[in-house]
């Protein structure tokens, strides 16, 4: 069954153009051509990926954020309650009225406190500052190092500059081995975003996020299987080069350093539009689609290509219209909205509703004291005044 199951997946027209078939692709002593076993490393490497990311982020960003003045919000704990622990972790993290009302009479506490529990206790699970701003340096670090290894990789490449030498030769075209290290490095990388997603900071568009990682893991892997390396380089440049002005606005942003955040932050959404929306369609998709029809017929593995480059163009304009509202909100603003991806500070924003609510209230109450207790003295003072004093200590009223 496996046999079979192999034989079926790894058939010639699915991988290759008509007329090519896998002895076409034999390896000598001179000319390498990708092995899909060679894809295996990247699961290796991924493990080794990650556990540089814990030293690096234990050892460097931590204490760097430390340094940098950048300071864990102190949220108050939840109180324990073993009702509504077993709530929270087996049913809803975000109870709706009529569940909070039952879970107040099966408590026997106010609706308001048990609101306020299930808030404590979704800000206790709420990632700290400190871990974003980790979080944020290691991707950095990964995405400049990746980013300017793929210009040193591809400068003297002439498919960087004529995107018709993408396909001159193909699929018979050798495996350099900086195209191979290249490649196993952002292979490697996407593979231990997906291995540490559980534990990473959850933001709005979690969904797009796993969708991302699937469709760049499969576009990687079969780019390589199929040789499509030289359109694959410029995938992984093209995406490299906007997510090094990312990384670093986000770390500006956790240091309350506005006004440079701001500057980086445009600069960002600048380099993402130009190059996801302008520079992808036109050197990825519309070389793909086009320029490849000059050299061969359409096959399997030509619409699977393209249906994986236009699901990741999809995301691009997804992610788009979210910057392009930010820098709507910027202009009016004059200051760059919070991360519209993240919903770490919604239970805070009800909290501090909830806080000033309570200060006007108190506010009321003061004010409403004091005019009373001005009123009484002031009515004492009249009642004093129009009363005489004698000599002998008597008082006698006017």
């Given at each position: 069954m496996a046999?079979?199951?192999?034989?079926?997946?790894?058939?010639?027209?699915?991988?290759?153009?008509?007329?090519?078939?896998?002895?076409?692709?034999?390896?000598?002593?001179?000319v390498h051509y990708p092995q899909p076993r060679d894809l295996l490393l990247s699961i290796p490497f991924a493990l080794i990926l990650v556990v540089i990311r814990c030293a690096f982020e234990r050892a460097i960003a931590l204490p760097l954020s430390s340094k940098l003045g950048v300071r864990d919000k102190q949220r108050p704990k939840a109180q324990p309650n073993p009702m509504l622990e077993t709530f929270y972790s087996t049913c809803c993290k975000n109870p709706e009225e009529g569940e909070l009302i039952s879970l107040a009479k099966q408590c026997d506490l106010p609706v308001r406190k048990v609101e306020r529990w299930f808030r404590c206790r979704r800000n206790t699970d709420r990632p700290s500052l400190s871990k974003k701003f980790c979080e944020a340096c290691w991707?950095?670090?990964?995405?400049?190092?990746?980013?300017?290894?793929?210009?040193?990789?591809?400068?003297?490449?002439?498919?960087?500059?004529?995107?018709?030498?993408?396909?001159?030769?193909?699929p018979q075209q050798p495996l350099l081995p900086s195209l191979f290290w290249y490649y196993l490095l952002e292979l490697s990388f996407y593979w231990s975003l997906v291995f540490t997603l559980p534990f990473d900071v959850k933001r709005k568009d979690f969904k797009e996020q796993i969708v991302h990682h699937a469709a760049t893991i499969f576009l990687i892997s079969f780019s390589y299987c199929a040789n499509y390396i030289r359109i694959g380089t410029l995938v992984m440049v093209i995406h490299d080069a906007s997510d090094c002005f990312l990384e670093p606005t986000k770390i500006f942003n956790y240091m309350k350093w506005k006004k440079t955040c701001d500057s980086l932050f445009m600069v960002f959404?600048?380099?993402?539009?130009?190059?996801?929306?302008?520079?992808?369609?036109?050197?990825?998709?519309?070389?793909?689609?086009?320029?490849?029809?000059?050299?061969?017929?359409?096959?399997?593995?030509?619409?699977?290509?393209?249906?994986?480059?236009?699901?990741?163009?999809?995301?691009?304009?997804?992610?788009?219209?979210?910057?392009?509202?930010?820098?709507?909100k910027f202009i009016l603003q004059g200051t760059m909205e919070k991360d519209m991806r993240s919903d770490t500070e919604e239970s805070d924003k009800d909290e501090e509703r909830e806080k000033i609510s309570e200060k006007e209230k108190?506010?009321?109450?003061?004010?409403?004291?004091?005019?009373?207790?001005?009123?009484?003295?002031?009515?004492?003072?009249?009642?004093?005044?129009?009363?005489?004093?004698?000599?002998?200590?008597?008082?006698?009223?006017?």
């Amino acid at each position: 069954m496996a046999r079979s199951l192999n034989e079926w997946l790894w058939q010639h027209e699915f991988w290759l153009p008509p007329g090519i078939t896998w002895e076409d692709m034999e390896e000598s002593e001179d000319v390498h051509y990708p092995q899909p076993r060679d894809l295996l490393l990247s699961i290796p490497f991924a493990l080794i990926l990650v556990v540089i990311r814990c030293a690096f982020e234990r050892a460097i960003a931590l204490p760097l954020s430390s340094k940098l003045g950048v300071r864990d919000k102190q949220r108050p704990k939840a109180q324990p309650n073993p009702m509504l622990e077993t709530f929270y972790s087996t049913c809803c993290k975000n109870p709706e009225e009529g569940e909070l009302i039952s879970l107040a009479k099966q408590c026997d506490l106010p609706v308001r406190k048990v609101e306020r529990w299930f808030r404590c206790r979704r800000n206790t699970d709420r990632p700290s500052l400190s871990k974003k701003f980790c979080e944020a340096c290691w991707r950095f670090t990964f995405y400049f190092i990746s980013f300017f290894t793929g210009l040193a990789v591809l400068y003297d490449k002439p498919w960087l500059w004529d995107h018709r030498e993408c396909w001159t030769g193909y699929p018979q075209q050798p495996l350099l081995p900086s195209l191979f290290w290249y490649y196993l490095l952002e292979l490697s990388f996407y593979w231990s975003l997906v291995f540490t997603l559980p534990f990473d900071v959850k933001r709005k568009d979690f969904k797009e996020q796993i969708v991302h990682h699937a469709a760049t893991i499969f576009l990687i892997s079969f780019s390589y299987c199929a040789n499509y390396i030289r359109i694959g380089t410029l995938v992984m440049v093209i995406h490299d080069a906007s997510d090094c002005f990312l990384e670093p606005t986000k770390i500006f942003n956790y240091m309350k350093w506005k006004k440079t955040c701001d500057s980086l932050f445009m600069v960002f959404s600048a380099v993402f539009l130009i190059s996801r929306l302008v520079v992808f369609p036109y050197t990825v998709l519309y070389n793909t689609y086009y320029y490849s029809m000059e050299i061969f017929q359409p096959f399997f593995g030509y619409y699977f290509m393209n249906a994986l480059l236009i699901t990741l163009q999809l995301l691009h304009v997804f992610w788009s219209c979210l910057i392009i509202h930010m820098v709507y909100k910027f202009i009016l603003q004059g200051t760059m909205e919070k991360d519209m991806r993240s919903d770490t500070e919604e239970s805070d924003k009800d909290e501090e509703r909830e806080k000033i609510s309570e200060k006007e209230k108190n506010g009321i109450t003061y004010f409403s004291n004091v005019t009373s207790n001005n009123y009484i003295r002031r009515n004492e003072s009249e009642a004093l005044n129009n009363r005489t004093h004698l000599t002998n200590g008597h008082v006698k009223d006017r």
